[in-house]
């Protein structure tokens, strides 16, 4: 049985693949900050999303979420996404995320 944080975290992932920017945005504070590893840091809701649709492909992505492991404000999950382009070949990436939230109890991504 899944916790609520842990449901909430499978909600955002499943937004973040089907580019659901309205799920997103409500899911995160608006000074979240959005570090990926290797690439850049944005701080803010605004930029954050501003981000998102820069980054939308066009692409349909199949979500695979292997776990989500929560303890207090702090959860992490990982798994892949995958995607074929319009020649047949398929990509595969593969993630592993973590999450600072604001609060325990109903809070929201804050970092």
């Known amino acids: 049985m899944k916790t609520q944080l842990q449901s909430f975290i ?9 580019k659901n920017l309205d799920v997103i945005a409500n899911s995160v504070t608006d000074d979240v900050v ?4 290797g690439e850049r840091t944005v701080s803010g809701k605004e930029a954050m999303i501003h981000m998102l649709k820069d980054m ?6 199949k979500l695979t979420i292997d776990y989500i492991i ?8 990982n798994g892949r996404m995958e995607t ?7 990509y595969v990436y593969e993630f592993c995320d973590v ?12 970092k």
């Open 10 to 18: 499978e909600t955002f992932n499943e937004a973040f693949a089907q």
């Open 34 to 37: 959005w570090k990926m590893v």
């Open 56 to 61: 939308d492909d066009g692409q349909v992505y």
């Open 70 to 77: 929560t303890h207090g404000k702090i959860a992490s999950a």
């Open 84 to 90: 074929s382009d319009q020649s047949g070949s398929t």
């Open 99 to 110: 999450y600072q939230l604001n609060k325990h109890k109903g809070g929201k991504i804050q």
